[in-house]
C-alpha cells in the first residue's frame, strides 16, 4: 500500500492565489521530508528538505518566501505555494524518510500533486 | 557540481526483448545511486540502489544495474521487457549525508510493442 499521500492530486488556481499542498507519511513517522518539483517531460528538482519542528532547509535558487514548508507533525508536512503565478505550475512530490542519514535510509514519493495557475 | 545523465529521452523495444538504460553521473565523492520507475499516477518506486560492495545489484522487477567508476555510469538493464515495464525511468545520485536530497537525471521514457 501507499507509504506517503499527496492532497489534492491535482488543483488549478487564479492567479494571484495561494495553494496548499499536503503530504502525509502513513506507515512511519517521518523527522524528513522532501519536496521536489517536476516540469514536464524534465526531471524531479529538489526544492526543499522539511525537518519536523524546525525551520525547511531550501536548496540554492528556491524563494523561501514563496514557498513555504511547514512540518507540524511527524506525519504532515505542507508545502503553500503563495501568490501563484502560471510559471509555478508544475508537478509537485514529496517524500519521506525513516530517518536522517543513513545508507540504508529508503525514500518513499508520494504520487504527486499537479498544479496550474491561470 | 553534481549532476547525472540519462542520454536517451525515449526508447521503444518489443516485449521479450533485452533493455539497458543508460545513466552517467558527475559527483565529487563515492555516490549513492538510484534507479526509480515513475508510472502515471503512482509515486516514484524505488528499483534499486548501490551504496557500496558489489558493483552489480539486483533489482524489483527482474531488473540489474551495474555501477563503473571508471565509466561514471550506472547503466539499468533487463533480459527480458515485459509490457507492463512502460513507465518513465529514472536515474538518481544521492548528495550530502541525508539521502533523501536526491540529484535525478531528466528521465527515459520506455514503450514497449506487443
Known amino acids: 500500500g501507499a507509504v506517503v499521500s499527496q492532497h489534492p492530486s491535482w488543483v488549478i488556481c487564479k492567479s494571484g492565489t495561494s495553494v496548499k499542498i499536503e503530504c502525509r507519511s502513513l506507515?512511519?513517522?517521518?523527522?524528513?521530508m522532501f519536496w521536489y518539483r517536476q516540469f514536464p517531460k524534465q526531471s524531479l528538482m529538489l526544492m526543499a528538505t522539511?525537518?519536523?519542528?524546525?525551520?525547511?532547509?531550501?536548496e540554492q535558487g528556491v524563494e523561501k518566501d514563496k514557498f513555504l514548508i511547514n512540518h507540524a507533525s511527524l506525519t504532515l508536512s505542507t508545502l503553500t505555494v503563495t501568490s501563484a503565478h502560471p510559471e509555478d505550475s508544475s508537478f509537485y512530490i514529496c517524500?519521506?524518510?525513516?530517518?536522517?542519514?543513513?545508507?540504508?535510509?529508503?525514500?518513499?514519493f508520494g504520487p504527486g500533486t499537479r498544479l496550474t495557475v491561470l | 557540481a553534481q549532476s547525472v545523465t540519462q542520454p536517451d529521452i525515449h526508447i521503444t523495444v518489443s516485449e521479450g526483448a533485452s533493455l539497458e538504460l543508460r545513466c552517467n553521473y558527475s559527483?565529487?565523492?563515492?555516490?549513492?545511486l538510484f534507479w526509480y520507475v515513475q508510472s502515471p499516477g503512482q509515486g516514484l518506486q524505488l528499483l534499486l540502489k548501490?551504496?557500496?560492495?558489489?558493483?552489480l545489484v539486483q533489482g524489483i522487477k527482474g531488473f540489474e544495474a551495474e555501477f563503473k567508476r571508471s565509466q561514471s555510469s550506472f547503466n539499468l538493464r533487463k533480459p527480458s521487457v515485459h509490457w507492463s515495464d512502460a513507465a518513465e525511468y529514472f536515474c538518481?545520485?544521492?548528495?550530502?549525508?541525508?539521502?533523501?536530497?536526491?540529484?535525478f537525471g531528466r528521465g527515459t521514457q520506455l514503450t514497449v510493442w506487443p
Open positions: 506507515d512511519f513517522q517521518a523527522t524528513t
Open positions: 559527483y565529487g565523492a563515492t555516490p549513492y
Open positions: 548501490y551504496f557500496s560492495g558489489d558493483t
Open positions: 517524500s519521506n524518510s525513516r530517518r536522517t542519514g543513513g545508507a540504508t535510509d529508503t525514500q518513499y
Open positions: 538518481a545520485v544521492g548528495r550530502g549525508s541525508t539521502l533523501g536530497r536526491l540529484y
Open positions: 522539511s525537518n519536523e519542528g524546525s525551520k525547511a532547509t531550501y
